[in-house]
């Protein structure tokens, strides 16, 4: 049982890279805090559209999208450190090529 958990969590958790924004953005007392939560979250799920179709992809062509998947993982990758140095700088960051689902609200 453990070694099939092994295999199935970290497939999982690719669909589940929106909760630990998710959870930051509706938890952080600061506004600094929430509005670079909701960019993460918001970049969260328009990562989950291309890597959801190449997830297809790999299935129906059998392994194609192994090429796919690692280059949209290092392109991620390399977004998201870019991400935590303006943040850790004090820069407001928006990410780019990244739907708005969540967007800032008032109160």
Known sequence: VAVVFAFVIPGFS????????????????????????????????????PGTVILLLSLAARGFGGVLSLVLFVCCLIVQIMAALKAGGGEQFRYPVCLRF??????
């Open 14 to 49: 690719v669909f589940l890279c929106f909760v630990p924004p998710l959870i930051v953005m509706t938890t952080a007392k600061s506004e600094y805090v929430r509005s670079h939560a909701r960019e993460a979250l918001n970049f969260q799920l328009t990562v989950l559209i």
């Open 102 to 107: 969540v967007k800032q609200t008032n109160g």
